[in-house]
């Protein structure tokens, strides 16, 4: 084992130190982590820190050797032909910096306990003859299809996360809620915070004296079905995760369809499918080389279907362009 450097994501934003840890090394106990803080063998760009350092994208995270997992898990299998085959249809742009995605709804971007086969762990395959492996700038839900950014370079990687930092990278997601939002346009300012439960860890709004984070969405409804279901469009100003999902289950009170985490019974319709109609349509962002880069991915087939049945025009997807 070797000491490792890992670098916070867009959506880690504000997570406390220790609950990153937690994230990504699950087998490190609270008391070894805090002896590795004591003397200096965890550090965050280069600083000594403490169990509650709030962290920000893009900083470096200096990772000892970690201990042995009671029960190791075995070592990376080597990504299948069909895997491969599947991650190379995703790709819908591709530059020597930049690899975009289109993330099909189901498939987990990073692994966990229960997890065997992520994107992260099949991203070899997304070489096309690079010395370095491509790596994730940022993250989508399991069920949440759409754009998904990888860099191709250490320096690509980089810029990329500052971007996100700086909110310089503008998202545009499509969902079907459950009702009709009023007002039909506005923003969103509903701090949350991560709480655990009996379906595994999830997100609330934040309550006095949660140690929440502030998160901000802008939205307008493009279209409805009567009062029954309405397209958003959704624009998320900070990268909290289930930000989109709590927030149109608890702000505006209607739920994401198929959304039965946040929205319960009232997240289901008869007649429609049960899987979740959140779609990442389109990231714009400054391209690492100069220039703007803007990708968009088609709906994914149930949401489509979805659309079809509602009466929603759906639009073309425009091509991927980067523009100097």
Wanted: proline residues 9%.
């Amino acid at each position: 084992m070797s000491i490792t450097h890992q670098t916070v994501l867009a959506d880690e934003a504000d997570l406390r130190l220790d609950r990153w840890f937690r994230r990504h090394h699950p087998n490190l106990t609270q008391g070894a982590l805090q002896k590795m803080l004591r003397t200096g063998q965890v550090r965050v760009d280069g600083k000594r820190a403490e169990t509650g350092t709030r962290l920000a994208p893009g900083q470096e995270i200096r990772v000892p050797p970690m201990p042995e997992a009671p029960s190791p898990e075995p070592a990376r299998p080597a990504v299948s032909e069909r895997d491969a085959a599947m991650l190379e249809r995703m790709v819908i742009y591709r530059d020597d910096s930049v690899i975009a995605l289109d993330k099909p709804h189901g498939l987990p971007v990073q692994g966990g306990p229960s997890i065997a086969r992520h994107l992260d762990g099949m991203l070899d395959a997304l070489r096309f003859g690079h010395e370095e492996r491509p790596r994730l700038v940022h993250r989508l839900d399991k069920d949440t299809s759409g754009v998904l950014l990888l860099a191709r370079t250490a320096t690509a990687a980089a810029r990329l996360a500052a971007a996100f930092r700086g909110r310089d990278a503008h998202k545009t997601y499509w969902a079907l809620v459950v009702g009709r939002p009023h007002p039909l346009a506005g923003r969103i300012n509903m701090p949350l915070a991560r709480q655990g439960g009996p379906r595994g860890e999830r997100t609330a709004p934040a309550g006095e004296g949660d140690d929440g984070a502030a998160a901000v969405t802008d939205f307008r409804v493009v279209d409805n079905a009567r009062k029954h279901v309405s397209w958003l469009e959704m624009n998320p100003l900070t990268g909290r995760t289930h930000q989109l999902r709590v927030h149109a289950a608890a702000a505006l009170k209607c739920p994401i369809l198929g959304d039965g985490k946040y929205g319960g019974a009232a997240a289901h319709l008869e007649g429609m499918s049960g899987l979740l109609h959140l779609h990442a349509r389109t990231i714009e962002l400054p391209h690492p080389e100069g220039g703007t880069l803007s990708v968009s991915a088609p709906l994914p087939p149930h949401m489509n279907e979805s659309f079809a049945f509602l009466g929603f025009d759906r639009p073309r997807t425009p091509p991927a362009k980067r523009v100097r």
